[in-house]
Each structure stands twice: as structure tokens, then as C-alpha cells.
């Protein structure tokens, strides 16, 4: 466990200039990116489109654990590619729910794919973390769990401004408001941080990537 003043550092590296500026730029890469993906031309033609829409959530997802992070060395950038790509594989779910590589077929499913479950995430992220323990990996993997949570909820997220959130087994939320989906997406790496500095298991991270990070 950190002392206090150590979780109080770290507390400030992840409201710095430098996260706060690159939240910023999040959120208006999801301003942006989004409407874009609106014009005529995109939406007329359903691969571009599909191809688009994966890509701009493994943007985000890549760009949301570069703001948890920061990217100092090698293996943080591994790590942000790792990201970028949990926040977009998730979508192969259509594939498997469709049983066909039809992407009409994928994209028209009688129902949401198992991986579009909202409570399914927390429910990932703590096997992980038991299974890390279990196995004595919670020292090179300890991040693993937090990205899983931060890549697919920002997918999810994202998601919900067309179909809502799916919290099975309770139902489905009306879908999300533009302007709330921009927002929990620029806040969601400071929510991931802060919750990381405030458990106090992950002080291996912190020589890792040079700062302060009780995960």
C-alpha cells in the first residue's frame, strides 16, 4: 500500500496539464470522428462503414490507456496497441452470434452479442485479476484487468448513443445523449487512474512507467 502522500502524487500526475490536454483532445477526436462517420458516403457503403466504426474505438481505446499511462518506452506503446485492440476485437461477437462472416448477416442479429453486455465487463475484469492472482502474474500483468475495463466500457460507451447500455440481466438504458458520451469517454482514463492509485496493488507499474501508480 502507498502512504499517503505518495497516493496524493499520484493523485496530481493524473489531473496534470499534459492528461487534462489529452482528455481534451479525446473528446473532440469523438466530436469529430463520429461525425464524420455520419456523412453520405460512409454510410452508404457498409464495409467502409464497419471498417470505420471498429477503427475509430480502437482509437479510443488506444488514446484512453496512453492518458492512463503515458507513453515512455517500448512497452508502453505495446500496451496502448494492446488496448486499441480489446477496444475493437469485442465486435467479433457479431461474427459469432451471425455464425456467418456475412457482415450483412452479423450486422443484422436478432439480438445484442454477448460481448455487448455491459455487466459482462466487471465481471471480466475481476476473473482476470483472481486468475492473475491465482497463477502469481499480478506483477507483469497487472495492468490487464483495468485496460480490459477501460477498453470495452469506452466501446460500450460509444455503443449506447445508437442502442443504449445492455445491463443484463436487467434490461436495456435508453440510448445516451450525444454530448454524455463524449464526456464519460474524455473522463473515463481519469476514472480508470484514480481508481488504479486508490486500490494499492500495482506499485510493480510504477518503476515501469516512471511515475507514481498504486494500481
Not at 453520405?40 to 457498409?46: A, G, H, I, L, Y
Not at 451471425?98 to 443484422?108: C, E, G
Not at 502469481?136 to 460507451?157: A, G, I, Q, Y
Request: aromatic share 10%; hydrophobic share 50%; proline share 5%.
Amino acid at each position: 500500500m502507498a502512504s499517503e502522500a505518495e497516493k496524493t502524487q499520484a493523485l496530481l500526475q493524473s489531473c496534470s496539464a499534459e492528461s487534462l490536454l489529452s482528455s481534451l483532445g479525446l473528446g473532440i477526436f469523438c466530436l469529430v470522428a463520429d461525425r464524420l462517420l455520419q456523412v453520405p458516403v460512409v454510410q452508404q457503403n457498409p464495409w467502409p462503414r464497419a471498417l470505420a466504426d471498429n477503427a475509430v474505438h480502437g482509437v479510443i481505446g488506444m488514446w484512453s490507456w496512453a492518458i492512463v499511462v503515458g507513453v515512455k518506452k517500448k512497452t508502453d506503446l505495446r500496451e496502448v496497441v494492446l488496448a486499441g485492440f480489446l477496444a475493437s476485437v469485442i465486435d467479433v461477437d457479431h461474427f459469432f452470434l451471425a455464425r456467418s462472416l456475412s457482415l450483412k448477416a452479423a450486422l443484422t442479429l436478432p439480438r445484442r452479442p454477448f460481448l455487448h453486455c455491459s455487466t459482462v465487463i466487471p465481471a471480466v475484469a475481476l476473473t482476470l485479476k483472481f486468475t492473475m492472482h491465482l497463477f502469481k502474474l499480478k506483477d507483469s500483468w497487472c495492468f490487464l484487468p483495468w485496460m480490459v475495463f477501460l477498453s470495452w466500457t469506452s466501446h460500450h460507451v460509444r455503443d449506447g448513443i445508437r442502442h443504449g447500455l445492455w445491463m443484463c440481466p436487467f434490461g436495456t438504458t435508453s440510448p445516451l445523449p450525444f454530448w454524455l458520451y463524449v464526456v464519460v469517454t474524455a473522463s473515463l482514463p481519469h476514472v480508470c487512474s484514480l481508481a488504479m492509485h486508490f486500490t494499492g496493488t500495482r506499485q510493480v507499474m510504477s518503476s515501469k512507467h516512471g511515475v507514481r501508480i498504486d494500481v
